[in-house]
C-alpha cells in the first residue's frame, strides 16, 4: 500500500529541516542558518499513532526570487506540494508573517490540500505568546505553536496532519501474490523486462494504475506463482535531472521498494556497477527486501571465455555489503534466462520468509561459539546465552548475552555466516538485535 506522504514546506530559514530531523527522529537533512542549505527534497519514513507515512523536507520557497538556485527550489517544492496528501507550512514566531509567508500560503492554498500551519520557535512551554494570533491573518486556520528544536507542540499537530490521511486501506492484492519492485538507473531496462514478461504470459496480463504514483503494476499469473510488478521511474544523479517530474523518480523507487516483497535491482551490463546502483540496492537492503541483482543488456557485452565469471567477481566486490544477493545475467530485449529470474524471485521470498526454531538456532549457536571463542576484554569475556528468531520479513534474531559492548560487529557477522552457511538465507537480509542480561538473572 502507498504511504501517505506529507511535505514540509515553507520560507528558507524557519526550521523545516529541523522539524523533519524531529519527526523521523534522526539528523538527516543538513541543518544550518543559511537560507538555500536543503536545495533537494529529502524523504523518511515517520510513524504516528501506529500509522506510517512519507516526510518530505524542501527547500525554502521565496516566490519572487529571481536567483536560478533559490527558483529551482520552489519547483522542487511546487513539485513536492503537488504529490503531497498533506502539506505542513512551516513559520517563524520570531519575524512574524511576512510577504513571503503570504505568497506562499496563497499558492498553498489554490493547491486544494489540506494544509496544517505550524508555527516555529515557540520554545517556552506553557501559554502560547500573544504573536501567534497574527499567523490568523494566513487564512489556512488554527496555527499550531511549536518547537521543532525541542519538539514541543509537534503532537498536537500530527494529531491534525492525522486526521487529513486516506483511508487506511489494505492491498488490493491477496497473500499469495509477491510484490516484486523493478528499480534501478534509467535506461537499465526495467520498463523493457516488464514488457517481455507481460508479453510472454498467457494466463492473466492486465494494467493497473498503481497505489504509488507514477507507476504501473503489472499482474502476472502463470506455472512459477502469482506476481505483481511495480515498475518505477529510474534514479539519476542529480547533476544528470533537468526534466521537473523526474525529480520524482527516487521517490517514486523509494516507495515501490516499501510496497515490495522482493526488489530486482537492474544493472546495465554496458556500463557496469556504478555509484547510483550503490545508492539504489543500499535502500533495498535497509528496508530488509529480498533482493536479485539483474545484470540485463547480456546480449550486447562482448564475450570470451570466463566472461561471465569476471563480471559476477567484480560485481560481487561492488556488492560487498550484499554479499547474500544472487546474480542472473539476462537480455529483456532477446528474453535471455529472463525465465530464471521467476525461480529466483521465488526462492529469496521464501527466504525472507524463512522460520527458525529456536532450537537448532542454538545448535548453531553452540557450534559456532565452541570453534571460535567469542571476544572478551579486560578480562572479561562475552558470553552468549541464547537466541531466537524474533520475526522474518527480513529474519531477526534476538541474542541474550552478559555484556552487550563485548558482542562486537566481526563477532556478528561470523554468527551470521555460520546461520547462513547452515540455512542458507539467500537474497535476504539478517538483522540482529542484542540484548543484556545480567550474569545472576
Known sequence: MSLPLVAVVGRPNVGKSTLFNKLVGKRISIVEDTPGVTRDRIYSKCE?????????????????????????MRRQAELAVE???????????????????????????????????????????????????????????????????????????????????????????????????????????????????????????????GTTRDATDTIIENDNGKYVFIDTAGIRKKSKVNEKIEHFSVLRA??????????????????????????????????????????????????????????????RNDFSFMSYVPFVFISAKTGQRVDKLYEMINHVHDQNCMRISTGMLNDVLSYATTRVQPPSDKGKRLKIYYMTQASSKPPTFVTFVNKSDLFHFSYQRYIENQIRETFGLTGTPVRFIVRERGEGK
Open 254 to 315: 523509494y516507495m515501490a521498494v516499501d510496497r515490495a516483497d522482493v526488489c530486482i535491482i537492474m544493472i546495465d551490463a554496458t556500463e557496469g556497477f556504478t555509484e547510483q546502483d550503490s545508492k539504489i540496492a543500499g535502500y533495498a537492503h535497509e528496508q530488509g527486501k529480498a533482493s536479485v541483482v539483474a545484470v540485463n543488456k547480456w546480449d550486447a557485452v562482448e564475450k570470451e571465455t570466463g566472461t561471465m565469471k569476471e563480471f559476477e567477481t567484480k560485481l
Open 48 to 72: 504516528w499513532r501506529s500509522r506510517e507515512f512519507m516526510v518530505v523536507d524542501t527547500g525554502g520557497i521565496e516566490p519572487q526570487s529571481e536567483d536560478i538556485i533559490l527558483s529551482q
Open 83 to 209: 504529490r503531497a496528501d498533506v502539506i505542513v507550512l512551516v513559520t517563524d514566531i520570531r519575524c512574524g508573517v511576512t510577504a513571503d509567508d503570504m505568497e506562499v500560503a496563497s499558492m498553498l492554498r489554490k493547491s486544494g490540500k489540506p494544509i496544517v500551519l505550524a508555527v516555529n520557535k515557540c520554545d517556552t512551554l506553557g501559554e502560547p505568546p500573544m504573536e501567534l494570533y497574527e499567523f490568523y491573518n494566513l487564512g489556512l486556520g488554527e496555527p499550531f505553536p511549536i518547537s521543532s528544536q525541542h519538539g514541543h507542540g509537534t503532537g498536537d499537530m500530527l494529531d491534525e496532519i492525522f486526521k487529513y490521511f486516506p483511508d487506511d486501506k489494505t492491498e488490493d492484492y491477496d497473500e499469495e501474490y509477491i510484490k516484486v519492485a523493478v528499480i534501478g538507473k534509467p535506461n537499465a531496462g526495467k520498463s523493457s523486462l516488464i514488457n517481455r514478461i507481460a508479453g510472454e504470459e498467457r494466463v492473466i496480463v492486465s494494467d493497473i494504475a
